[in-house]
């Protein structure tokens, strides 16, 4: 577990996982990863009580993605057993539904970990960005398959493949977000509409997500591909020199 992670189940059955990084954005760190996937698949036992989780961010930032320093000294091992890829396959096969409430920035898997979620909060100020090209890496979390699906082949490619960033009202527009909430009342507002997923008929509420989900195989095939791309771009030359370059320019 980490400090940067807190986990909390609040009232109604829901469960709340929320950043606690400010200092750093939120960036994402092995520990962090493997804090919420702990969360998603407690949630998934039975008996554990919780209907619903809510990802959220802190201080007005949902997260920046993944923390370069930590991302890249884990990638010298196995891609394959990275706690970042851990945490996709979990969002994919999570039988809880998820809601997010996002306020500030939401890049890289903050903004591809809102394509698993079922309902999706936004504050005015919230900002989407994909930049996995720009660091010499691949789309993953599935997002090369579901978002085509949900905003069309031209968008999907603009967003992915120029890392065009998208805002609050896009997101909604889009159809990749439910709503925008004014930011003071966002996570209240996230976690009441948790709170009535989980007050709903489990059962029927299970079998009518994965209606609405479809094909589950196709996503998890998807990630598989984007997996294996996403290890081999990883290790090269571009990649490489896009961390590099980030790297020059962080703090010590």
Do not use: W
């Amino acid at each position: 577990m980490t400090d940067h992670v807190r986990i909390t189940d609040e009232p109604g059955g829901v469960r709340l996982v929320q950043l606690v990084r400010p200092e750093k954005k939120n960036a994402l760190t092995g520990a962090m990863y493997d804090a919420m996937r702990e969360a998603l698949e407690g949630a998934d036992r039975e008996g554990s009580g919780v209907g619903a989780v809510v990802f959220a961010g802190s201080e007005g930032v949902f997260t920046a993605g993944n923390d370069i320093v930590d991302f890249v000294a884990r990638a010298e091992a196995s891609f394959g057993e990275a706690p970042s890829l851990r945490f996709i396959r979990q969002l994919a096969v999570t039988r809880t539904p998820m809601v997010a409430a996002v306020d500030g920035l939401a890049v890289g898997v903050g903004t591809t970990l809102t394509y698993h979620c079922d309902l999706v909060y936004v504050a005015p100020a919230a900002t989407f960005r994909m930049p996995f090209v720009d660091l010499g890496l691949v789309p993953e979390a599935a997002s090369s398959y579901l978002l085509p699906r949900r905003v069309g082949l031209a968008k999907a490619t603009e967003l992915l493949l120029l890392g065009e960033a998208y805002g609050a009202d896009e997101a909604v527009r889009l159809g990749l977000a439910n709503a925008v909430v004014p930011a003071d009342g966002l996570l209240e507002h996230a976690l009441a509409q948790g709170a009535k997923l989980a007050a709903k008929p489990r059962q029927a509420l299970a079998a009518a997500r994965r209606l609405i989900r479809g094909d589950h195989a196709a996503v998890q095939s998807a990630m598989a591909a984007e997996a294996e791309a996403f290890d081999e771009a990883l290790r090269s030359p571009e990649a490489q020199a896009a961390f590099q370059r980030f790297l020059s320019r962080a703090p010590r």
